[in-house]
């Protein structure tokens, strides 16, 4: 069971959709209480910007993008709320001294904007007009030559404008908009950059590195929805569709056969976010790239890139707004001051206590039903008496015995009494998508069951209530909470 429920319907701004394969509906104080892949991946950056007195670069060479995309990722997981207010004090002392970089300035505005602070008056500087003046009279913002990151610099000049509040109607959006918008190539995706619109792009070519790329879509795509527009959406899907990976996730070129890497999954999950679409197995993908338990201890919840297995500070502060559901740009927030690390020295296996068999009597625990039809077995129901500090808690005192995973530990309940075996399941990562423990509730006087939006290790079911697992893809228990109740 991942600590992001799988779920089955999509639900608000920040739902991930039926068969996304973890995630579930995640606010920024919701993520703060849970042990989840997003929180990790902050919890790691909140330790190198503590370390790194508030920022990920060295003192001779300060990081000030990478800085500011970790602030966005702390606000997007809603923890480290004292590494976030060291990297903006960082930043905001930085403000005064950037350069006329679009995206630079962009990310700053989106990271001041995220913690509550007026890029109008940040560190003695208006970011919001420093960043219009960049605007060249075409609507592309930045002087630079835009070969390699025309319409992905755009999306992050328009996300922050909008994070600052700047109207549709003003003229400086208005110009930018309608210069991605051009971009667009006729399949529905961009590339960096088309120096005559008139001319289609060509298809995407692995092998000239030319072609529409997964990374300017998602960063267009971002900023045309935050205003309320996405040109070509069908065909942005369905391009994207055509262009995912065998392991679910997506490579930079939008061409079939491409391997998957963090930041362009990442993109892409936002990408497909903000046009409407569903993620699928990006997600698990995406959380194939982390570090965890089987990681040296300073490295865990950082991802990595393809081809080296250390943190990498890009893909990492790339990968956690993604994972936590969330597009740019981000409304203010104030994050927890949880730092979460991934807990790897509980035993994967835990004797059980003996519970009682049935139901709970009213309020006194707790009753745990757990449903083996899948492996030819029975629906069976035990009493874990008295409050339960959290689901797996309640699993364990009830009688039934979990495990985790090799990487996760029990953040991710992977068996209940050695189901699914190894054959089906190794439990080294996360449970497939078609094949895990889907985890419900049902309150006193609930007749029917409702999907966690919580994973197990961070839920605490109130007394009275019924707990129940299934296994399968979105598999629901044989019996009703009255059933369960009754002693059926």
């Known amino acids: 069971m991942s600590p992001f429920p799988r779920v089955r319907k999509r639900s608000g701004l920040l739902a991930l959709a039926a068969a996304i394969g973890l995630s579930g509906v995640l606010t920024p104080a919701a993520a703060a209480e849970a042990a989840t892949p997003a929180g990790y991946g902050a919890g790691y950056l909140a330790g190198r910007l503590t370390a790194g007195g508030g920022q990920l670069g060295t003192p001779e060479q300060p990081d000030v993008t990478n800085t500011a995309y970790a602030v966005l990722a702390l606000h997007s997981a809603g923890v480290g709320r004292a590494a976030s207010a060291d990297a903006v004090r960082f930043l905001a002392a930085q403000a005064g001294g950037l350069d006329d970089n679009p995206g630079r300035i962009g990310y700053v505005i989106l990271a001041a904007v995220a913690a509550g602070k007026d890029p109008r008056r940040f560190g003695g500087t208006d970011l919001v007009a420093r960043l219009t003046a960049t605007q060249q009279p075409s609507g592309l913002f930045g002087a630079a030559a835009p070969t390699f990151d025309g319409a992905f610099r755009q999306g992050i000049a328009l996300t922050a404008l909008k994070a600052a509040r700047v109207p549709r ?121 982390q570090l965890g338990c089987t ?64 139901p709970c009597a009213g309020t006194s625990g707790v009753t745990v039903t757990v449903d083996f039809a899948a492996f030819g077995g029975t629906q069976e129901t035990r009493c874990a008496a008295g409050s339960q500090a959290n689901g797996v808690t309640a699993l364990r005192n009830a009688g039934f015995t979990p495990e985790g995973t090799a990487r996760w530990g029990l953040a991710f309940v992977c068996r209940i009494d050695s189901k699914p075996g190894p054959a089906q399941d190794p439990c080294v990562d996360t449970p497939p998508a078609n094949a895990y423990w889907a985890y419900y509730h049902a309150n006193q006087g609930a007749t029917t069951w409702t999907y966690s939006s919580q994973g197990a290790s961070t839920y605490v079911p109130p007394l009275g209530s019924i707990e129940a697992w299934a296994f399968g893809n979105s598999a629901t228990p044989t019996k009703t909470p009255a059933q369960v109740r009754a002693g059926g």
């Open 169 to 289: 109607s003003d003229a400086a959006v208005s110009r930018g908009l309608a210069w991605l918008t051009a971009q667009q190539c006729a399949n529905g995706l961009w590339q960096a950059y088309r120096a005559d619109t008139a001319v289609a792009c060509p298809e995407a070519d692995p092998a000239t590195f030319r072609g529409p790329d997964t990374n300017s879509t998602g960063m267009a795509t971002q900023a045309l929805a935050a205003y309320g527009e996405r040109p070509g959406r069908q065909r942005t899907l369905a391009s994207l569709e055509a262009v995912r990976a065998a392991d679910g996730g997506f490579g930079f070129l939008a061409a079939p056969g491409q391997s998957s890497d963090p930041n362009s999954t990442a993109l892409t999950i936002q990408a497909l976010l903000a046009y409407g679409g569903t993620p699928g197995r990006a997600v698990a993908a995406l959380t194939g790239f």
């Open 295 to 358: 990681d040296p201890a300073e490295h865990r919840g950082a991802f990595f890139y393809p081809g080296s297995r250390a943190p990498n500070v890009i893909a990492t502060v790339q990968a956690v707004p993604a994972l936590a559901g969330r597009t740019l740009p981000l409304a203010p927030s104030v994050p927890a001051t949880r730092v979460p690390v991934p807990d790897c020295s509980a035993p994967q296996t835990v004797a059980a206590r003996a519970g009682t068999p049935g």
